[in-house]
């Protein structure tokens, strides 16, 4: 059996996403026992004394906790999966140690094409983690790269200028790139201060698409996220695995994931207009009217948030999603009525219905008579 001591370090919801994934991975092992520790209770004696006397096979750490205990990197048959932006200075070809993270210059550079083609923006900004931090670096790196590339320039936020005079000061409209959920709540609440309007004068994208922050900002955020949002914590379960059974990375030992998406919210909610986010709900409705769709389905298709889905459907067609879904499946079962002679029983499991009844219910409700009458009534006329 081999011993994986797992620090939890943050309530961020991208690295709550990450250790569950990394969970997820080890409880297909079953070789593995996960010690779940928080990062302070490496202060304790007992759990500092077994880092140090090599007990665990294997930890799971960030950079901070290697930062401050400098003890988990230093047991050489201790595997030690990193998850943190690669630092070559204390990376050491062939040692047991595998960095793992998402491209932040690749984050950067999606959301600035993100941006670019989805608004004619007079600016673009970046606003940066105080104190900074590598990873917010990146993201700014990449951000200014991919507009630099297509002869656009990007300002970027440094204190102590107060945020609310930074944005005043951008050209309209503006584009801003916030380094995380978190730091774009600080610029939501600097365009207040400001008495800028977003997204109007202000567009904000923010990135980890933490649902708390994003659903009830003012107004509500639109975010990168990562898709699946816990594939990299499960890459990192392959990494520890790997070096558990003795593979050393060559340099960089660096292992990523990088496949990302936007969902759309408030804050973005004008660059592709409404009447293009409805219609692509409803081609994929109309689309898949025989299967047992859901209001979620057609949601994380248009990838956007339900509550912004719902707002964009109603306007255009003047009907929320779960009454266009509702209508589509039963127009499809009506269809079967008249154009087959199939039985009633057939035709609700052809729809994917499974509750006859429940569906019995629903079309009396929207045809005013039931799936009998209506056959015996049409074939009548």
Not at 125 to 154: I, N
Not at 188 to 207: F, I, M, N, T, Y
Not at 291 to 305: C, T
Not at 314 to 342: F, K, P
Request: a positive charge; one cysteine or more.
């Amino acid at each position: 059996m081999k011993r994986i001591l797992m620090l939890l370090w943050s309530n961020k919801a991208s690295v709550r996403n990450f250790l569950f994934g990394f969970c997820e991975y080890a409880r297909r092992r079953k070789d593995w026992i996960l010690d779940l520790r928080q990062e302070a209770d490496l202060d304790n004696p007992v759990i500092n004394g077994r880092v140090k006397d090599g007990f665990y096979d294997g930890i799971l750490a960030n950079e901070h906790a290697v930062l401050a205990h400098p003890e988990l990197a230093d047991v050489e048959k201790t595997a030690l999966v990193l998850h943190a932006t690669y630092d070559p200075v204390r990376r050491k070809a062939g040692d047991n140690l595998v960095y793992v993270q998402h491209n932040n210059i690749v984050t950067g550079q999606f959301a600035a094409e993100y941006l670019t083609k989805r608004g004619a923006f007079a600016s673009y900004a970046y606003v940066p983690t105080f104190p900074r931090e590598p990873w917010s670096d990146e993201r700014g790196r990449g951000f200014a790269k991919w507009l630099a590339r297509h002869r656009m320039d990007c300002r970027v936020h440094c204190e102590p200028e107060p945020l609310s005079d930074f944005l005043n000061f951008l050209p309209k409209p503006a584009a801003v790139m916030a380094a995380c959920d978190r730091v774009a709540l600080g610029v939501l609440e600097a365009c207040r201060e400001a008495k800028l309007d977003v997204p109007g004068k202000v567009a904000v994208l923010s990135v980890d698409n933490d649902e708390i922050i994003c659903e009830f900002a003012r107004p509500s955020l639109t975010s990168i996220i990562h898709d699946p949002v816990s594939e990299l914590g499960k890459k990192a379960g392959e990494a520890m695995n790997s070096l558990l059974r003795g593979r050393r990375y060559a340099k960089p030992g660096l292992v990523e994931f990088n496949r990302l998406k936007v969902v759309e919210r408030e804050s973005c909610a004008h660059l592709p207009q409404a009447t293009h986010v409805a219609r692509s709900a409803m081609e994929f409705i109309q689309k898949n009217a025989r299967s047992a769709m859901k209001v979620n389905d057609v949601v994380a298709h248009i990838g956007v948030s339900r509550r912004l889905a719902d707002r964009q459907f109603r306007q255009t067609y003047g009907e929320s999603i779960l009454e266009a879904v509702t209508r589509c499946r039963l127009e499809e079962v009506a269809r079967h009525i008249l154009l087959s002679r199939l039985p009633i029983v057939k035709i609700a499991s052809l729809c994917n219905f499974g509750d006859i009844a429940y569906l019995g219910r629903l079309f009396r409700r929207h045809y005013g008579m039931t799936m009998r009458e209506y056959r015996a009534q049409n074939r009548t006329a």
